[in-house]
């Protein structure tokens, strides 16, 4: 198998979410090793060293 995704994605959320959906950063249930990073625009730039901090913790499970 071999992962490609990458460009636009829409926001989504689960049907019983309420509010404004911001960003996602989760693993992906099927394929543990892919991290998923949904819904980062604007916020996301000026987030975007929280968020590699976040990521590199996330990959150094895998590591652990």
């Known amino acids: 198998m071999q ?10 959320a689960a049907p019983d979410h309420k509010g404004i959906v911001d960003f996602v950063i989760t693993r992906d249930s099927k394929v543990p ?15 975007a060293p929280a968020i590699a901090q976040y990521v590199f913790k996330m990959v150094a499970e ?3």
Do not use: C, M, N, W
Request: no cysteine.
């Open 33 to 47: 090793q892919a991290i998923h990073l949904v819904g980062i625009e604007s916020p996301g730039l000026t987030a």
């Open 3 to 12: 992962l490609g995704y990458s460009g636009l994605r829409p926001k989504l």
């Open 62 to 64: 895998d590591f652990d």
